[in-house]
């Protein structure tokens, strides 16, 4: 045999995450990479979590079911306030780049690593790549859509989940070439993960049976930030689910706010935040899921399981118009309603939004070697 060719080191892509919702996002493009890597390509990933979820049930649980490696870097900002949190993630991030540069920044979503790393990179002129760009809610009261504001202001490239959020980008004058309609990672990971969904463990002690309970997911300021409202909010769902059970896996900020509700509806099964497998078991066998995520909207669209949404506006249009999400807004008052429709088998039955299909991953991965290999050093808008 000749001697071996030392390989070629390709251009580095620096992969962010930082928060819950980034996790199931960015498992399929690392795996896309690297079955690219297997036929050869050159291209390499860092993964820099930012620490900004760091309890093991918000981070490393995923980290183990998802089989996401071990990131290359933690930037450990934990909790604070939206400034702490971007200064701390910015002022960590920019010491790593200036000490290790990267050739191209990935981010994904909106949480407020997403917009804190965007920004950095694209000061470093290291072209940024926005995976779910382009999605609004037009409520400037969330901080998910600022971050999402600003990300975009400053992406190189936008891969997008939607025509709807193709539409924006061009709306605000983002050339065609710049984006990319690739479909949804967060999808990727549902389908690949399916046939390995499993129950809680206490499925059993809580005598659950498939259509015969609702899970509840709520941690929006809007909907939990006050014991008074909450305790609103939560009477209602207990009422309008007429004695059914449901299931509640309460984040950490709405855990501070139910610690003050005093007692609560006795069909309420408050539980711990779920790993991913048992949430989306959970979700997948409900009668419905009543939430304020955005998220959460399109893993019910893709199972065909009725959504109740507590909220005003949707960034995520497509899970209303095609798939089975209904906004009802943040009046309690409308949960009834609602629950009418349903209970009487009246409820959309839905279909899925194109190119959620679980190729996304592999879509990004293609096109982000066809702009490193055509030398991305581009980052100007
Ligand atoms: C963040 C995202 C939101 C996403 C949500 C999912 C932003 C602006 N928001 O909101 O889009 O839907 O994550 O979970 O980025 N905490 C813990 N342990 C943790 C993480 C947080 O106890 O591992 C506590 C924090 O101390 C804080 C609260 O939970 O008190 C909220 O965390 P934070 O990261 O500020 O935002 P989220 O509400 O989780």
């Known amino acids: 045999m000749g001697a071996m060719m030392e390989p070629v080191a390709g251009p580095l892509i620096d992969i962010i995450a930082g928060a ?3 996790f199931m996002k960015i498992a399929p493009i690392i795996r896309a990479i690297e079955a690219r890597r297997q036929r050869g390509s050159t291209l390499r990933w860092r993964l820099v979590h930012t620490g900004q979820h760091y309890d093991a049930r918000m981070s490393a649980d995923f980290f183990e079911q998802l089989h996401i490696p071990e990131p290359h870097v933690n930037l450990e900002v934990g909790s604070g306030t939206q400034a702490e ?13 200036l000490r290790s540069p990267s050739q191209l920044c990935l981010v994904v979503g909106d949480v407020t ?6 920004i950095v990179a694209q000061k470093l002129c290291i072209p940024v790549a926005h995976v779910e760009a382009g999605i609004r809610s037009g409520d400037w009261s969330m901080p998910e859509e600022i971050n999402r504001l600003v990300a975009d202001a400053i992406t190189s490239y936008f891969f997008t989940t939607s025509e709807v959020a193709n539409a924006n980008l061009r709306k605000a004058g983002i050339a065609d070439e710049r984006i990319f309609f690739v479909g949804n990672t967060m999808i ?25 309970y609702f899970v509840m997911t709520m941690h929006r300021p809007a909907n939990v ?3 008074e409202g909450f305790r609103a909010v939560l009477a209602a769902i207990a009422a309008a689910v007429r004695g059914m059970k449901v299931v509640f896996p309460v984040h950490p900020r709405t855990a501070k706010t139910l610690a003050a509700v005093g007692a609560l509806p006795p069909n309420l099964i408050v539980v711990e935040p779920q790993p991913y497998l048992e949430f989306n078991y959970l979700v997948r066998h409900a009668k419905a899921v009543i939430t304020d995520s955005g998220g959460v909207t399109e893993e019910t669209t893709v199972l065909g399981i009725p959504c109740v949404t507590m909220r005003n506006s949707t960034e995520r249009p497509e899970t209303v118009t095609v798939g ?14 609602a629950f009418d429709t349903l209970f009487a088998g009246r409820w959309k039955k839905g279909a899925i939004p194109a190119l959620w299909d679980g190729r996304t991953g592999e879509r990004i991965a293609a096109e982000l070697e066809r702009l490193l290999k055509a030398g991305a050093g581009v980052s100007a808008g």
């Open 20 to 22: 819950r919702p980034n």
């Open 324 to 337: 089975t999400n209904e906004l009802i807004g943040t009046d309690p008052a409308k949960l009834e309603p």
């Open 225 to 227: 930030d006050t014991a």
């Open 113 to 118: 690593s997403t917009m804190a790393c965007a």
């Open 85 to 97: 949190q971007t200064a701390g993630i910015m002022v960590r991030y920019e010491q790593l780049l």
């Open 188 to 212: 990727d990971t549902l389908l690949a993960n399916l046939s390995r969904l499993r129950p809680p463990a206490f499925w059993q002690q809580h005598a659950l049976v498939p259509g015969g």
